[in-house]
């Protein structure tokens, strides 16, 4: 019995399911807002701040997190900012 042809053909299917799906998927993230996580504050380590207006868009309310935007008009963490 030659079984190679039938093993050949089940990792096809199975790479052609999780390419599929990867593309759906890509798909859906597109189609509705950014569901990020939390901004912590003191902290940019992984924010983007477009995805967060309801802080960055309000100046003082980026300031109760510890953040300043710079001369560069990019967001630091402010100098004196403690967790």
Do not use: Y
């Amino acid at each position: 019995m030659c079984r190679k042809p039938f093993g050949v053909v089940a990792i096809f299917t199975a790479l052609g399911v999780l390419g599929v799906t990867s593309v759906v998927a890509a798909k859906d993230l597109g189609d509705r807002p950014h569901q990020g996580g939390a901004v912590v504050p003191c902290s940019l380590d992984g924010v983007n701040p477009v995805h967060h207006p309801e802080i960055f868009g309000n100046p003082a309310v980026a300031r109760s997190f510890g953040f300043v935007l710079g001369p560069d008009r990019a967001w630091h963490v402010a100098a004196n900012c403690h967790r």
